[in-house]
T-cell receptor
Framework: RKEVEQDPGPFNVPEGATVAFNCTYS??????FFWYRQDCRKEPKLLMS???SGNEDGRFTAQLNRASQYISLLIRDSKLSDSATYLC?????????????FGSGTRLSIRP | DADVTQTPRNRITKTGKRIMLECSQT?????MYWYRQDPGLGLRLIYY???????NKGEISDGYSVSRQAQAKFSLSLESAIPNQTALYFC????????????FGPGTRLLVL
């Protein structure tokens, strides 16, 4: 089982729709969580950190469920410019080999 | 100017050749990383360094070596390139004070023939 798993998609939704996707992680000792956005052929960039109490940044809401070991990203009123791949990232400082684990990403496509 | 730069941006090489990918940063971060990205596999960590005297293997270090020449520079070498090392390579930096948020360079596209 992968340490961090995401549905690869693609999610194809109309402009203005609300879309949500989850990411599950296997190591309960994981301490910090992030969502990154990656445009085609570009580098990943931090979208938002995920806090225990949940957090919102404009149209984006991130939540953490430690009991079920997943994080979620909700995008409201989606824009064409939201089309990208969204990477879930988990930081486990107690991992011996790789403390920061990236999911393989969920591809989102917004259609007009 | 970009905070994290990588050179070259694109490289085509032949099997068996030694090549070096370079990364420089102006963010003042101690921690630097090399990742490769392959379709469907996401980002995988090759090596990381928490300061100039610290080098650690990541998930997929075989066939690669690194050098941390200074706080701002971290280079990745392929001693004898092979076709399955064809990938997109990213350098990244982080600062423990920012919860390990990763700042990525623009990437190097490597094709090994």
């Amino acid at each position: 089982r992968k340490e961090v798993e995401q549905d690869p998609g693609p999610f194809n939704v109309p402009e203005g729709a609300t879309v949500a996707f989850n990411c599950t992680y296997s190591n309960s000792a994981s301490q910090s969580f992030f969502w990154y956005r990656q445009d085609c052929r570009k580098e990943p960039k931090l979208l938002m950190s995920v806090y225990s109490s949940g957090n919102e940044d404009g149209r984006f809401t991130a939540q953490l469920n430690r009991a079920s070991q997943y994080i979620s990203l909700l995008i409201r009123d989606s824009k064409l410019s939201d089309s990208a791949t969204y990477l879930c990232v988990v930081n486990n400082p107690y991992s011996s080999a790789s403390k920061i684990i990236f999911g393989s990403g969920t591809r989102l496509s917004i259609r007009p | 100017d970009a905070d994290v730069t990588q050179t070259p941006r694109n490289r085509i090489t032949k099997t068996g050749k030694r090549i070096m990918l370079e990364c420089s940063q102006t963010k003042g971060h101690d921690r630097m990383y090399w990742y490769r990205q392959d379709p469907g596999l996401g980002l995988r960590l090759i090596y990381y360094s928490f300061d100039v005297k610290d080098i650690n293997k990541g998930e997929i270090s075989d066939g690669y070596s690194v050098s941390r020449q200074a706080q701002a520079k971290f280079s990745l070498s392929l001693e004898s390139a092979i076709p399955n090392q064809t990938a997109l390579y990213f350098c990244a930096t982080s600062d423990i004070g920012e919860g390990e948020t990763q700042y990525f360079g623009p990437g190097t596209r490597l094709l090994v023939l």
